[in-house]
C-alpha cells in the first residue's frame, strides 16, 4: 500500500496502472503539455474500476485545467491499460494542494504565533509563506542582497547587524525582509521573531502609551531574536516612536540581537530619519536592490507563470520581459491576467492572450508609439531611471539608454529632431541627430546594445 499526500491509501497495482496510462500520455501529448500537466504536478491514482478513475491533483486550477481539456486523453489512455471497451469515467479529487495548505497553514499558525507584535487585542501582520529566500529570483540587481539575507539566516555576525535593505517600490525589499523571519524561524525554531511594518510598530506604541502598557511592549520588542521592520523611512515624521525605536534598536544590537530592516531610499538620503538613527542603520549592512535586466524580469516571469501552473511561449516570455518593469507586483498582475484569459478560453497562453493581458494592465498601446512608452521600457532595459535619462547624466549606461531612446522615437514616432529635443531636457535638433548616429554605430559595434534595441523594437511593435 502507498500513502498519498493527501493521506489515501492507493493499492500498489493502483500505481503501476497510473504509471502506464502516463507513459500513454507521454506518446499522445505534446511534449511541452505533457510536462507541465502531467510529469510536474505530483497526479496520483486514488481509486480504480471498470467505470471510475479517481484522479489525485494538487489545486483547483489543476484539476479545471485537465477535466476541461484531458478528461477524454485520460479515458482513452486508462481503457487501453485497463484493457476496457469503453473508456471510464475520470473524476479528480484536490488532494496534495489541501494536505500542503494544512501543512502550511499549521505552520504558518506556528510562526504567526511567534511573529505577533501587536497587543492582545491584535492580530498583527502574518507572514507570508511564498516570501523564502528559495523563492526569491535572484540576479545582478540584487544578488548581494539576496547573499547578505542568506548569510543572516545561515552564519550571524555583527558584520551583519543590521541589516538595511533599500530601494524603490515592488523590487523585493520586503520579500527578502519577510525571508530573513521564514530562515531564522526554521534555523531556530524557539527563536522569538518579530516582523511588521512601521506603522504597526508606531501604532502598537501608541497604543501602548493609551493603556498605560508601556513595560508590557517594551518587554515585548526588546527580548526578541530578531526584529524586522519594514518601511522605517516613516519613522522620521514620528519623533517619539523613533526615539522609542533607537531605545529598542540599542537594547537588540547590545545583545547580539538581529535587526534588520527596509526603506525606499539609503538612509542617509532620508534626512528626515535624524542623524542618530542614520548613524545605526549605516552601522552594519545596507544593500541596495536595483531594477531588474530583462534577463531576470523573464525569469520572474517564467517562475510566477509555473507557480500557477502555466508554462509560457518563449514569445510571450520574452514579451511581458520587455514590457514589465522591475515592479513584482506588476509581473504577478500580468500573469494572474494571464492565466484568468487561459481558464477562461480553455487554451494555453498564446501571443494575443498575452497581448490582451498586456493591455488591460495598461502596458500596451492601442494607438502609435509614444516617447512616454519608450522612456519607460527604455528605462526597463537599461536599469536607469527616465529622469536620469532625460537630465543629461553622463554615466555611460545613462548616456546609452539615452542614445536608444532617441533612436527609437526617430524610428517609431513621427516627431520631428526638435520635438524629441525638447521631450529629452530641451536639448537642440542636432543633440538628437548625434544621438541617432551614435547609437546606430554602438549596435554595429556592442552586442549588448545591439540585442537591448532589438527586443526594445520588437517590444514596440517596430
Given at each position: 500500500?502507498?500513502?498519498?499526500p493527501g493521506g489515501y491509501v492507493v493499492p500498489e497495482v493502483g500505481v503501476a496502472k497510473w504509471a502506464n496510462v502516463l507513459e500513454h500520455l507521454a506518446k499522445s501529448l505534446p511534449?511541452?503539455?505533457?510536462?507541465?500537466?502531467?510529469?510536474?504536478?505530483?497526479?496520483?491514482?486514488?481509486?480504480?474500476?471498470?467505470?471510475?478513475?479517481?484522479?489525485?491533483?494538487?489545486?483547483?486550477?489543476?484539476?479545471?485545467?485537465?477535466?476541461?481539456?484531458?478528461?477524454?486523453?485520460?479515458?482513452?489512455?486508462?481503457?487501453?491499460?485497463?484493457?476496457?471497451?469503453?473508456?471510464?469515467?475520470?473524476?479528480?479529487?484536490?488532494?496534495?494542494?489541501?494536505?500542503?495548505?494544512?501543512?502550511?497553514?499549521?505552520?504558518?499558525?506556528?510562526?504567526?504565533?511567534?511573529?505577533?507584535?501587536?497587543?492582545?487585542?491584535?492580530?498583527?501582520?502574518?507572514?507570508?509563506?511564498?516570501?523564502?529566500?528559495?523563492?526569491?529570483?535572484?540576479?545582478?540587481?540584487?544578488?548581494?542582497?539576496?547573499?547578505?539575507?542568506?548569510?543572516?539566516?545561515?552564519?550571524?555576525?555583527?558584520?551583519?547587524?543590521?541589516?538595511?535593505?533599500?530601494?524603490?517600490?515592488?523590487?523585493?525589499?520586503?520579500?527578502?525582509?519577510?525571508?530573513?523571519?521564514?530562515?531564522?524561524?526554521?534555523?531556530?525554531?524557539?527563536?522569538?521573531?518579530?516582523?511588521?511594518?512601521?506603522?504597526?510598530?508606531?501604532?502598537?506604541?501608541?497604543?501602548?502609551?493609551?493603556?498605560?502598557?508601556?513595560?508590557?511592549?517594551?518587554?515585548?520588542?526588546?527580548?526578541?531574536?530578531?526584529?524586522?521592520?519594514?518601511?522605517?523611512?516613516?519613522?522620521?515624521?514620528?519623533?517619539?516612536?523613533?526615539?522609542?525605536?533607537?531605545?529598542?534598536?540599542?537594547?537588540?544590537?547590545n545583545a547580539n540581537r538581529q535587526v534588520a530592516v527596509t526603506c525606499d531610499a539609503h538612509p542617509r538620503e532620508i534626512g528626515s530619519l535624524g542623524e542618530k538613527l542614520i548613524t545605526?542603520?549605516?552601522?552594519?549592512?545596507?544593500?541596495?536592490?536595483?531594477?531588474?535586466?530583462?534577463?531576470?524580469?523573464?525569469?520572474?516571469?517564467?517562475?510566477?507563470?509555473?507557480?500557477?501552473?502555466?508554462?509560457?511561449?518563449?514569445?510571450?516570455?520574452?514579451?511581458?520581459?520587455?514590457?514589465?518593469?522591475?515592479?513584482?507586483?506588476?509581473?504577478?498582475?500580468?500573469?494572474?491576467?494571464?492565466?484568468?484569459?487561459?481558464?477562461?478560453?480553455?487554451?494555453?497562453?498564446?501571443?494575443?492572450?498575452?497581448?490582451?493581458?498586456?493591455?488591460?494592465?495598461?502596458?500596451?498601446?492601442?494607438?502609435?508609439?509614444?516617447?512616454?512608452?519608450?522612456?519607460?521600457?527604455?528605462?526597463?532595459?537599461?536599469?536607469?531611471?527616465?529622469?536620469?535619462?532625460?537630465?543629461?547624466?553622463?554615466?555611460?549606461?545613462a548616456a546609452a539608454a539615452r542614445h536608444a531612446a532617441m533612436y527609437l522615437a526617430r524610428r517609431l514616432t513621427g516627431f520631428s529632431l526638435a520635438e524629441i529635443g525638447d521631450f529629452?531636457?530641451?536639448?537642440?535638433?542636432?543633440?538628437?541627430?548625434?544621438?541617432?548616429?551614435?547609437?546606430?554605430?554602438?549596435?554595429?559595434?556592442?552586442?549588448?546594445?545591439?540585442?537591448?534595441?532589438?527586443?526594445?523594437?520588437?517590444?514596440?511593435?517596430?
Amino acid at each position: 500500500m502507498v500513502h498519498s499526500p493527501g493521506g489515501y491509501v492507493v493499492p500498489e497495482v493502483g500505481v503501476a496502472k497510473w504509471a502506464n496510462v502516463l507513459e500513454h500520455l507521454a506518446k499522445s501529448l505534446p511534449q511541452s503539455s505533457f510536462e507541465v500537466w502531467f510529469r510536474n504536478q505530483g497526479i496520483s491514482a486514488l481509486s480504480w474500476d471498470e467505470r471510475r478513475l479517481e484522479l489525485g491533483v494538487p489545486n483547483r486550477f489543476v484539476k479545471e485545467w485537465l477535466r476541461t481539456h484531458y478528461s477524454r486523453e485520460i479515458g482513452r489512455a486508462a481503457a487501453e491499460v485497463m484493457g476496457l471497451e469503453s473508456p471510464p469515467d475520470i473524476e479528480f479529487t484536490i488532494t496534495g494542494a489541501q494536505y500542503a495548505k494544512r501543512r502550511s497553514e499549521e505552520s504558518a499558525t506556528l510562526v504567526a504565533e511567534a511573529v505577533a507584535v501587536a497587543p492582545a487585542c491584535d492580530r498583527g501582520i502574518r507572514l507570508n509563506p511564498d516570501l523564502t529566500l528559495e523563492n526569491f529570483v535572484a540576479g545582478p540587481c540584487n544578488r548581494m542582497a539576496h547573499a547578505a539575507c542568506r548569510t543572516v539566516v545561515e552564519s550571524p555576525s555583527p558584520v551583519y547587524n543590521p541589516v538595511c535593505i533599500y530601494g524603490a517600490s515592488g523590487l523585493g525589499k520586503t520579500h527578502l525582509l519577510q525571508a530573513i523571519c521564514h530562515g531564522l524561524h526554521s534555523s531556530r525554531p524557539g527563536a522569538r521573531i518579530l516582523y511588521l511594518s512601521c506603522e504597526e510598530f508606531t501604532n502598537s506604541y501608541i497604543r501602548a502609551i493609551q493603556a498605560k502598557r508601556l513595560d508590557e511592549f517594551r518587554a515585548r520588542f526588546r527580548n526578541c531574536d530578531c526584529l524586522a521592520v519594514d518601511d522605517v523611512q516613516f519613522l522620521g515624521t514620528r519623533e517619539k516612536t523613533c526615539e522609542e525605536f533607537l531605545h529598542t534598536f540599542d537594547t537588540l544590537r547590545n545583545a547580539n540581537r538581529q535587526v534588520a530592516v527596509t526603506c525606499d531610499a539609503h538612509p542617509r538620503e532620508i534626512g528626515s530619519l535624524g542623524e542618530k538613527l542614520i548613524t545605526r542603520l549605516v552601522s552594519g549592512l545596507v544593500v541596495r536592490l536595483d531594477p531588474p535586466g530583462v534577463e531576470t524580469r523573464r525569469a520572474l516571469v517564467e517562475q510566477k507563470a509555473l507557480r500557477r501552473g502555466l508554462s509560457l511561449p518563449e514569445d510571450v516570455l520574452d514579451s511581458i520581459a520587455a514590457r514589465v518593469g522591475g515592479n513584482v507586483r506588476e509581473v504577478e498582475g500580468v500573469v494572474a491576467k494571464l492565466a484568468a484569459l487561459s481558464m477562461a478560453e480553455g487554451r494555453a497562453p498564446d501571443m494575443a492572450m498575452c497581448r490582451e493581458a498586456m493591455r488591460d494592465m495598461g502596458l500596451v498601446r492601442d494607438g502609435a508609439v509614444s516617447q512616454e512608452e519608450i522612456l519607460r521600457l527604455v528605462e526597463s532595459e537599461f536599469g536607469v531611471s527616465g529622469a536620469e535619462i532625460r537630465s543629461g547624466g553622463r554615466r555611460p549606461r545613462a548616456a546609452a539608454a539615452r542614445h536608444a531612446a532617441m533612436y527609437l522615437a526617430r524610428r517609431l514616432t513621427g516627431f520631428s529632431l526638435a520635438e524629441i529635443g525638447d521631450f529629452y531636457g530641451g536639448r537642440d535638433h542636432s543633440t538628437v541627430h548625434h544621438a541617432e548616429r551614435r547609437a546606430a554605430e554602438l549596435m554595429r559595434k556592442n552586442p549588448e546594445f545591439k540585442a537591448a534595441v532589438e527586443r526594445l523594437l520588437k517590444a514596440l511593435g517596430g
